[in-house]
């Protein structure tokens, strides 16, 4: 089936290239769009480094959620079936990418999530975020009564049924969450796979420890709206 | 005094908002509810026995506070009313962010087909 992988990029310039070339390597059947969230580094000189790579270049910063989208609309307009999300920091194992497109070829599932949680994988976490992912993980079991370990992994696979829904609605904040109790409640059938997770090698990430707390906060509130949220 | 100091500042407000409209620097839309509130500044300041009827009928003694309560529920509410906007504002900017990036992706995919021939 017609794949293609989104690699949302915000100044991502020592990462990118490899993260790529990664997927080129072990993939031939595929398609990568690099989006390029405004980054004020290289990360898009760095991303044309194969000339096969769709380069998708926002011309100013949106935040994971628009940039996500963006890549989404672009699946969406060009027919593909499935759509795979990695990160641009190289934390995603993309040997796993095969095992989440056979799920969802066979039609087993709408969406797979790649999990740190089901299996102990030695990934490492602060505190307070692990505490914040498994609160905000029991109000998901709550409130939709279906469970779902790694809330924020942005390692994801989908087919075009969500890949439509994605280019017509995405949330800006805090996607991962929102989105996978979005396709709960909309009675899609979501999968959760155990997948290996690097460290983050270079860069920062999006959520620094001390902003996790008022970040899982957040999510837990736009958990309960979702829930009252019209169908758009 | 002080009404007489309320009328000159609410013509001041009427002055400074047309001046705004006439250099087109606030739509015509946004400036009725000013003008509004200016001339009900006027009325009151010119008719005090109208907002101490009004107090009156509300229980409330002292008449300015009503003046007060009134002020601040509008205020609220256009606020709401300008973040809705701004909401809304800010998804028409993601979407023409989005759209702009996918023509860039377009043109520059057919530039290199015609560089390939």
Same mark, same amino acid.
């Given at each position: ?232 | ?31 009725? +509810?000013? #003008?509004? @509130?200016?001339? /009900? !500044?006027? $009325?009151?300041? %010119?008719?005090?026995? &109208? *907002? ?13 506070? +009503?003046? #007060?309560? @009134?002020?601040? /529920? !509008?205020? $609220?509410?256009? %606020?709401?009313?300008? &973040? *809705? ?21 377009? !043109? ?10």
């Amino acid at each position: 089936m017609k794949t293609i992988i989104i690699i949302p990029a915000y100044n991502e310039q020592e990462t990118i290239k490899k993260v790529v070339n990664n997927i080129y390597e072990q993939y031939n059947d595929v398609d990568v769009a690099v989006i390029n969230d405004g980054s004020t580094d290289n990360t898009l000189n760095e991303a044309k480094c194969n000339k096969k790579v769709i380069i998708i270049d926002l011309p100013c910063n949106l935040g994971i959620g628009g940039a996500m989208q963006t890549g989404y609309l672009y699946a969406y307009r060009n027919n593909y079936e499935i759509a795979i999300q990695v990160d641009a920091d190289g934390q995603h194992d993309i040997s796993y990418i095969k095992q989440m497109r056979n799920i969802i070829e066979h039609g087993q599932s709408n969406m797979v999530i790649g999990s740190r949680f089901i299996e102990n994988t030695g990934y490492k976490q602060t505190f307070a975020r692990m505490l914040g992912i498994k609160i905000n993980s029991m109000i998901i079991k709550v409130l939709t009564k279906r469970r779902i370990y790694d809330i924020t992994s942005g390692f994801r696979a989908v087919d075009r049924d969500i890949i439509k829904c994605f280019a017509k609605d995405y949330p800006y904040d805090y996607p991962e969450p929102a989105t996978n109790m979005q396709m709960i409640i909309k009675g899609k059938n979501i999968k959760e796979i155990p997948v290996k997770m690097y460290n983050r090698t270079a860069g920062v990430s999006s959520i620094s420890p001390l902003k996790s707390v008022k970040y899982m906060l957040k999510v837990t509130l736009s958990l309960f709206l979702m829930k009252i949220k019209k169908d758009v | 005094m002080i009404y007489i100091c309320t009328i000159i500042f609410a013509i001041i407000f009427i002055i400074f908002i047309l001046n705004l409209v006439r250099k087109n620097k606030l739509d015509e839309k946004y400036s009725i +509810l000013w #003008l509004f @509130f200016s001339v /009900i !500044i006027i $009325g009151v300041s %010119i008719y005090p026995g &109208i *907002l101490e009827q009004i107090s009156k009928l509300f229980d409330v003694y002292y008449p300015p506070a +009503l003046l #007060l309560l @009134f002020a601040i /529920i !509008i205020l $609220g509410a256009y %606020i709401v009313h300008i &973040i *809705l906007i701004i909401t809304n504002q800010n998804k028409m900017i993601i979407k023409l962010t989005q759209e702009i990036a996918l023509l860039k992706e377009e !043109i520059m995919r057919k530039d290199n087909i015609k560089d390939e021939k």
